[in-house]
DNA sequence: GGGGACATGTAATTGGTTACATGATTAC
DNA sequence: GTAATCATGTAACCAATTACATGTCCCC
C-alpha cells in the first residue's frame, strides 16, 4: 500500500482524496484503498521521510498536497523492482464452488449465473473506463486495463461454460444437494 | 475464513494440522491460512458452537479432532449461498505494471519473463495436483481445480503476449525509464 | 435549507501473518 | 543422534476496514 501511494505521488503533488479518487478510475479492479487507509498511510509515509506534505488554502478549505521525496523516489524505485508473488489468494466464489456438492443444482447454477452478471458489470465498467482513458493515460496503464478486461473476460466465459458444464449434468439426472 | 473451515469440516473430523495440509494441496492457489489463523479460528468456532472438539489420543500423542454441529453445517450452507463479489482485490505486479514508465525497458522485461516463470511453476504444480486428485476429489473441487489450470494458463499467455508487445516497441525506439 | 460531492481525519475492530515455544514421531 | 515432519498453540504485530465525526462548497 504505502508504495503505490508513492507510485501515485510519483507524478506530482496529490491530496489523500486525489488519490482515492484515481484509484478508483483505474487501479480499483487490483488496488484500492479506503480513506481510513489512504490518510494514515501519508502521515507514516511523511514521518518516514518519503513525501512531505504542504496545506494550500483554498478559499476557507485547506487542502493538504503531498509530494514524493527523493528518498520516497528512491524507495519507490527500489519496490518497482522487488519480485512479486503471482499469488492471488482469498477468491470467495471459488471457494464457494469448492464445497458446491453441498447445494442444490439449480441453486448452484443461479449462484453461477448471478456471479457472471456481476463480472459482466465490472467488465462494462472497465470497457467504459477504457474508452475515457485512451490518450491521457500511458502506455503501461493503459495495458492494466487491458488486463482488467481480459480477465473479466476470461472469467466471463470460463464461468458460462461452467454452467453449461452444471446444466448437462443436472439434464443426466445426476446427485444433487446436501442430505447430510 | 470462518466458513471454508467449517466446509472443510463438513465431511468429517479433521485436526487443524490436516486442515492446513489439505488447503495447502486443494484451495492454496485461492484461498490458503498459516497455522496462528487456523488453531484460534478453530477455538473461537467452538466457542460459538459451530464446530465441537474431541481429544483423541494416539500413542502418547493427543490429537484435537474438531467436527461439525448442526448450528455450525447450518451457518455454513448459509454461507454458501450468499453472493459473493468478484472483487480480487490486491494483484502487486499489475500495480508495478501500473507504475511501469519509471523502469528502464529492460529491466521491465526482466521483471515480466521472471514474473512468467513463477506462474507457469504454479502452473505446473496444479496440473500434478490434478492427476493426484483425479477420482478421490468431487466434481467441484476438480472444476476449482481446472479453474486454477486456465486461470494461470491465461495468466502465462498474457504476460507473453505483453513481453513481445513491449519487446517491439523496445526495438522502435521508445522512451524508456526514469529520468526524474 | 437540504442533499451531494468535496475533504480530512480518528477509533474500534477485524483478520490475518510471523515468530516463537514446545514436544512427539519417523526415517536415516 | 539428528533432521524432517507431525502437531498444537500463543504473543506481538500489522494492514486495513468500518463507522464515526466534522466541516465546506455548490447547486437546486
Known amino acids: ?15 489523500g482524496y486525489d488519490i482515492k479518487q484515481v484509484m478508483s478510475v483505474s487501479t480499483s479492479f487490483f488496488y484500492d484503498a479506503s ?36 528518498k520516497g523516489r528512491k524507495e519507490f524505485l527500489k519496490w518497482l523492482e522487488k519480485p512479486s508473488a503471482p499469488a492471488n489468494t482469498k477468491y470467495e ?12 443444482k439449480d441453486r448452484l447454477l443461479a449462484m453461477v449465473s448471478r456471479h457472471i452478471s456481476e463480472i459482466r458489470e465490472v467488465l462494462s465498467k472497465l470497457q467504459m473506463i477504457e ?12 495495458y492494466t486495463l487491458k488486463f482488467g478486461i481480459d480477465f473479466f473476460t476470461f472469467l466471463a466465459t470460463w464461468y458460462e461454460n461452467l454452467f453449461e458444464e452444471i446444466n448437462a449434468g443436472t439434464e443426466k439426472g445426476e446427485e444433487t444437494g446436501d442430505g447430510q
Open 1 to 15: 500500500m504505502e508504495e503505490v501511494i508513492l507510485g501515485f505521488l510519483s507524478s506530482g503533488a496529490m491530496t
Open 35 to 70: 480513506y481510513g487507509s489512504i490518510y494514515p498511510t501519508l502521515k507514516k509515509l511523511e514521518k518516514k521521510g518519503f513525501v512531505t506534505s504542504k496545506e494550500v488554502v483554498e478559499g476557507r478549505k485547506v487542502k493538504v498536497f503531498y509530494s514524493l521525496t527523493d
Open 93 to 104: 466464489f471459488l471457494a464457494k464452488l469448492f464445497f458446491a456438492r453441498h447445494l442444490p
Open 131 to 142: 474508452k475515457e482513458m485512451k490518450n491521457h493515460a500511458d502506455t503501461y496503464q493503459m
